[in-house]
């Protein structure tokens, strides 16, 4: 790293401010999201405003498989507290054939394929979007 001779002093490293996408739902997002950084003071929402910012590549899909084995680390007995439990993921949710009983889960992402909605919804689990995780936990409680 080298010295900034303008700044008077090492040049800081940059960090993204807004999204690079064009996509108008991502940006209305962004927007949503940053009124409730600056009026709930909230880092959960502050750690989410930040991954919004975040490259296609840093937002990388996650499977069904892989979603379940977080939940249940998180949760501990997996039968009980997946009901108050929302997990959140900023990215894809994608489908794991593998996975042959898919447990009644709440899910936040940007993205579902067809498939992984279809599973979850049919365990009695719900497939929500930011916006409305937004009016059920605006202070992100009970998220994983």
Avoid: H, W
């Amino acid at each position: 790293m080298g010295i900034d001779l303008k700044a008077g002093g090492k040049s800081k490293k940059t960090k993204r401010t807004a999204p690079k996408s064009n996509d108008i739902y991502l940006k209305l997002l962004v927007k949503l999201y940053r009124f409730l950084v600056r009026r709930t003071g909230s880092s959960f929402n502050a750690v989410v405003l930040k991954r919004l910012f975040m490259s296609k590549i840093n937002k990388p899909p996650l499977s069904l498989s892989r979603l379940i084995r977080f939940m249940k680390g998180k949760v501990g007995d997996f039968c009980n507290s997946f009901e108050d439990k929302i997990a959140v993921v900023v990215g894809a949710i994608t489908d794991d054939i593998r996975v042959y009983d898919v447990p009644a889960l709440k899910v936040t992402a940007l993205r579902f394929t067809e498939t992984a909605r279809a599973r979850i919804e049919k365990a009695g689990g719900e497939c929500l979007t930011f916006d409305q995780l937004a009016l059920r936990a605006p202070l992100g409680q009970n998220t994983v």
